[in-house]
């Protein structure tokens, strides 16, 4: 199994699917059909039912039940977009088997290594076989990974009819990066009882709780006038979004943060003298501190705006997901199967909270209670992203055991 893993990742990472937070089509780029159309000429190949792909990117498909008892509809979800924060495009995965415990190079040109100084987690993987970038893209294990998994899960049940098993519903979704993943997904049609996400980090994570997630942009409109005669004039926009950054708590920010505290987190910055725009997220897990943040990020757009004058500071503030738990916990069965899966495998569970979101926490809200399984990975979005073989291995496994328990 593991060399077919193996396989299928690498053929998955190499299309590019990066999503775009600047459009307004869905999905968001129209490269994420080239991998979706694949998946569903895989899917049907193997023999699924009602396999389809809709104009917005959403494949569905079925695993018809091999057993006559009752057993639940689980359905198992990931997405095929990769992140806008590096480029998915041209992925020249590297292999590093028997890997030694020590630092890997990435790319001798550019002088990049993936050290255990800054990543100690590495050392957990020695004698394991790595998966590394070449340190000029991300890897886009996030979230190929978790599609791999389904679908080596998928092909096993198929090859092994022995095994008995209840319905199962398969979903890949586009534009998860983005947090439109799930702006279009029909539940009902679904028809899942409950899922489970592929989409957490390293072997063991299990989660139910995650982020509230807001989005705000601000714009901020200048007075460009000629330097040499600016005195009491010029209304510098770059200066400006500058300034109402430092407004906001210097240690709440995601490098002073973790666990269960929350942040504001700059990700864009683009302007001129004349007109700037600032991009934000805005997390916490805790319902009534995330409405705070909220509240204080629109307070510093005012004070800016009495400073400076009315309408010079706009802001756009949307809230984007809420934290499953409370959609989630009604149904805890469905945590306690995974992580009694992962203790029958010897896989021990780390149930923590996301510091992130996944299709889970809103498709939760929309009626299929959905947690989030480990997917393998490390170091998501960037150049330093690696996923030890092994883990897409015990995810897959995972998969197959929870299936199991249900069918009992």
């Known amino acids: 199994m593991k060399q077919d893993i193996l396989s299928r990742f690498l053929r998955y990472v190499s299309i ?19 991998m979706l159309r694949m998946l569903r000429d895989e899917l049907e190949s193997l023999g699924l039912e009602d396999v389809s792909l809709d104009e917005n990117g959403y494949i ?5 039940a091999t057993t006559t008892r009752k057993a639940p509809v689980i359905g198992f979800i990931a997405h095929v977009d990769t992140a806008p924060d590096m480029s998915g495009a041209n992925v020249k995965p590297q292999i590093i088997k028997n890997y030694d415990g020590g630092s890997i190079v990435l790319n001798k040109e550019l002088n990049l290594e993936l050290t255990t100084a800054d990543f100690p987690e590495l050392k957990e993987y020695v004698g394991q076989t790595m998966i590394v970038t070449d340190g000029t893209t991300l890897l886009g294990a996030d979230d190929k990974a978790g599609v791999t998994e389904i679908m080596a899960a998928v092909e096993y049940l198929v090859k092994h009819p022995e095994i008995e098993h ?10 998860e990066e983005i947090g439109r993943g799930v702006d279009k997904f029909d539940v009902k049609k679904f028809g899942a009882d409950f899922a489970y996400t592929m989409d957490g980090g390293g072997v063991g994570e299990l989660e139910y709780e995650n982020f509230n997630a807001a989005g705000a942009k601000v714009f901020i409109q200048g007075r460009n006038i000629h330097p040499g005669y600016a005195k009491s004039k010029m209304l510098n926009a770059i200066l400006m ?12 920010r995601p490098e002073f943060t973790q666990d269960y505290e929350g942040f504001y987190h700059l990700i864009k ?21 995330f409405e705070h943040k909220k509240a204080f990020f629109l307070q510093c757009i005012d004070f800016m705006n009495k400073r400076y004058g009315e309408k010079v500071f ?13 959609m989630v916990e009604p149904v805890y069965h469905v945590v306690e199967t995974a992580r009694q899966a992962m203790v029958e ?4 569970p780390k149930v923590v909270p996301i510091r992130g ?24 979005h960037g150049k330093f992203e690696y996923i030890p073989l092994e883990s897409m291995e015990k995810a897959v496994q995972v998969i197959l055991k929870i299936v199991e328990k249900y069918s009992a």
Do not use: W
Request: with cysteine; proline share 6%; aromatic share 10%.
């Open 60 to 64: 569905m498909a079925t695993l018809p």
């Open 357 to 380: 979101g996944t299709d889970g926490a809103r498709l939760s809200y929309m009626g299929l209670p959905c947690p989030n399984i480990f997917a393998g990975g490390h170091n998501f």
């Open 241 to 252: 979004a500058m300034e109402f950054n430092a407004l906001l708590p210097v240690f709440e």
């Open 166 to 175: 209840g319905t199962l519903k398969i979903g890949f979704t586009p534009d």
């Open 345 to 348: 495998l010897g896989i021990e």
């Open 314 to 326: 706009t802001p756009e503030l949307k809230d984007q997901y809420f934290n499953m738990r409370e």
């Open 269 to 289: 910055m683009d302007g001129s003298v004349e007109k700037a725009s600032i991009q934000y997220i805005i997390r916490d897990h805790d319902k009534v501190k």
């Open 16 to 34: 590019d699917t990066q999503s775009d937070d600047s459009s307004n089509s869905m999905p968001s780029t129209s490269k994420q059909f080239d």
